[in-house]
Each structure stands twice: as C-alpha cells, then as structure tokens.
C-alpha cells in the first residue's frame, strides 16, 4: 500500500548538520500528517517533531532551535534538517506517515560523534 524510504543518515561531528529525508510512494490519496520519532541506544522511541496537513508542527524540548522539519509540496516528502547536532542526538530516527493509517520507516542510523 504505502512505503516509507528514509535517506540522510550517517555520522557527524558534533556541531554539524544533517538532512533526514522521507518520501512516502503508493496510493496516497489524502496526507494527514508525517513526522519524526528517534530511539536512542538503552532509551524509549520518542517524538521527534511532526508535521500535520493544516501546517501545524510539534517538536521536542530537546530539538527547538536546532531541527526544523519540512514538507515538498509536489510529493508526500518530508525533510529533517539538523543543525547544532549533540552526541545525544544520537539514535536511530524513524520516519512516521498517517494517511489512511498508520505507516513506519524501517529507520535510519544517525551518529554524532568525534
């Protein structure tokens, strides 16, 4: 029905940016919303930001200021861009899709590391 592709992941040094990307394919006939959840090693899954078809968008204490969360308006994609990255950022980050229902990515790797 709906795939989720996550693409962006990989290491950076702490300070750096990093752009997440989600792109949705199949029979999408109403966006709803699409968003960020991460999971960080020996810790819960957890809301990253999310962004909701009337435009609205939530984020974590955590990342205010720091990530900014973004949609294509030609195709059900969604950006992730990180900025000011800590090594607590660290996580695997899960791209998450609600149209008919709900979809999951399979997640991508991001690292914060020197």
């Known amino acids: 029905q709906v795939q989720l592709v996550e693409s962006g992941g990989g290491l950076v040094q702490p300070g750096g940016s990093l752009r997440l990307s989600c792109a949705a394919s199949?029979?999408?006939?109403?966006?709803?919303?699409m968003g960020w959840y991460r999971q960080a090693p020996g810790k819960q899954r957890e809301l990253v930001t999310l962004l909701t078809n009337s435009g609205s968008t939530n984020y974590a204490d955590s990342v205010k200021g720091r990530f900014t969360i973004s949609r294509d308006n030609d195709k059900n994609t969604v950006h992730l861009q990180m900025n000011s990255l800590k090594p607590e950022d660290t996580a695997v980050y899960y791209c998450?899709?609600?149209?008919?229902?709900?979809?999951w990515g399979k997640g991508t790797l991001v690292t914060v590391s020197s």
């Open positions: 199949g029979s999408i006939f109403s966006f709803n919303a």
């Open positions: 998450r899709a609600i149209f008919d229902m709900e979809y």
